[in-house]
């Protein structure tokens, strides 16, 4: 039966303040990439084909867990999330956000209005986001593989938005709460795909391994 196994990168620069900042793996990130690769390799898990968006931490991601053949496929990369939210703070003259709780909270009002058409600027909508996630997922789901798709956070929780339905509430809080280097699990039922995994994160269950359990 056709999976698709989304599989988060790994820690990226987190002192970045632009897309092309933040574009590329710590060190951590990359070592949280090679102990998830070993897990899965130890626990016997195969895939038929691997993909990836094209950004840099999608792609050294995949590489560092240890793959040799990927698929690229631009419907994977991440949404614009700088310059949307540099957007909102011009236009609504909003505080940035300057802890993790005040970023929690300041997400979901980027987010509606992202999604509302309230913010203008050099990136693409809300829905034109939604339906590149939603095509590229049914289309590597119709090929019947069993895929590890190495993509971003917001993919991720675009991808369990249309799969449960979320509001975009639920679906900025969820998205806040994917681990780096997770794995995420969807099960093509007739036409649609399902939700089977969230979040999981086994490589760094060990305690030697706990603060490797990153977010950002």
Same mark, same amino acid.
């Given at each position: 039966?056709?999976?698709?196994?989304?599989?988060?990168?790994?820690?990226? *620069?987190?002192?970045?303040?632009?897309?092309?900042?933040? !574009?590329?793996?710590?060190?951590?990130?990359?070592?949280?990439?090679r102990?998830?690769?070993?897990?899965?390799? !130890?626990?016997?898990?195969?895939?038929?084909?691997?993909?990836a968006?094209?950004?840099?931490?999608?792609?050294?991601?995949?590489?560092? /867990?240890?793959?040799?053949?990927?698929?690229? !496929?631009?419907?994977? *990369?991440?949404?614009?999330? +700088?310059d949307?939210?540099?957007?909102?703070?011009?236009?609504?003259?909003?505080p940035?956000?300057?802890?993790? !709780?005040?970023?929690?909270? @300041?997400?979901?009002?980027?987010?509606?209005? /992202?999604?509302?058409? @309230?913010?203008?600027?050099?990136?693409?909508?809300? @829905?034109?986001?939604?339906?590149?996630?939603?095509d590229?997922?049914?289309?590597?789901?119709?090929?019947?593989?069993?895929?590890?798709?190495?993509?971003?956070?917001?993919?991720i929780?675009?991808a369990?938005?249309?799969?449960?339905?979320?509001?975009?509430?639920?679906?900025?809080?969820?998205?806040?709460?994917?681990?780096?280097?997770?794995? @995420? *699990?969807l099960?093509?039922?007739?036409?649609?795909?399902?939700?089977?995994?969230? *979040?999981?994160?086994?490589?760094?269950?060990?305690?030697?391994?706990?603060?490797?359990?990153? +977010?950002i």
């Open positions: 039966m056709p999976q698709i196994t989304l599989i988060r990168h790994g820690q990226a *620069n987190t002192t970045a303040t632009d897309e092309a900042g933040y !574009d590329n793996l710590s060190d951590l990130g990359r070592q949280q990439a102990w998830l690769g070993q897990y899965m390799r !130890d626990h016997g898990q195969e895939f038929d084909k691997v993909y968006g094209s950004l840099n931490r999608q792609q050294q991601t995949a590489h560092e /867990w240890g793959a040799t053949e990927i698929i690229c !496929d631009e419907r994977l *990369n991440e949404f614009s999330y +700088y949307i939210s540099n957007a909102m703070h011009a236009q609504f003259d909003l940035r956000p300057t802890s993790r !709780d005040e970023f929690i909270a @300041h997400m979901p009002l980027v987010f509606s209005a /992202w999604q509302d058409g @309230h913010l203008t600027g050099d990136f693409e909508t809300f @829905h034109d986001f939604q339906q590149r996630v939603d590229a997922l049914l289309e590597i789901a119709s090929r019947g593989e069993r895929a590890a798709v190495f993509t971003s956070g917001g993919v929780g675009m369990i938005r249309i799969t449960m339905g979320l509001d975009t509430g639920t679906f900025t809080r969820l998205m806040l709460s994917i681990h780096n280097s997770s794995v @995420h *699990n099960l093509r039922l007739g036409t649609n795909l399902s939700l089977t995994g969230f *979040n999981a994160i086994p490589h760094l269950a060990h305690p030697d391994r706990h603060h490797a359990q990153t +977010y």
